[in-house]
């Protein structure tokens, strides 16, 4: 009898997408990882009535130009509509809560 365990690779990590269920600490980690690259969003993964887990990212400041609110399934699909918008709305105005934030 062979051990076929034995010849198994470690795989690489591959990106959460709604196929896949995401662990706690998965979720948590890309989490994270969002929040520190699109540090003007809050971001959340959590059930949305029937539909399931969703990933969540509303932009802090409501009252700033560019996408306000993503919900979908897919990760993927939420971390290209940040990129547009960042790339659509380039930096914007720096405002004073901006500006005091930098200060802390």
Same mark, same amino acid.
């Given at each position: 009898?062979?051990?076929?365990? %034995?010849? #198994? /690779? ?5 990106? *959460?997408?709604?196929?896949?269920? $995401? ?33 969540? %990212?509303? #932009? /802090? ?5 560019? *996408?306000?609110?993503?919900?979908? $399934? ?31």
């Amino acid at each position: 009898m062979t051990d076929h365990g %034995a010849q #198994r /690779r470690p795989e690489e990590p591959t990106p *959460l997408t709604s196929s896949e269920p $995401a662990s706690a600490v998965d979720a948590g980690r890309e989490l994270m990882r969002l929040a520190m690259a699109y540090p003007a969003f809050r971001f959340r993964h959590e059930t949305v009535g029937r539909h399931g887990l969703r990933w969540i %990212a509303e #932009r /802090r400041d409501g009252l700033s130009h560019g *996408l306000h609110t993503v919900i979908t $399934a897919d990760l993927g699909e939420l971390q290209a509509a940040l990129v547009q918008d960042s790339v659509r709305s380039g930096p914007g105005p720096i405002t004073r809560n901006d500006a005091l934030r930098a200060l802390l």
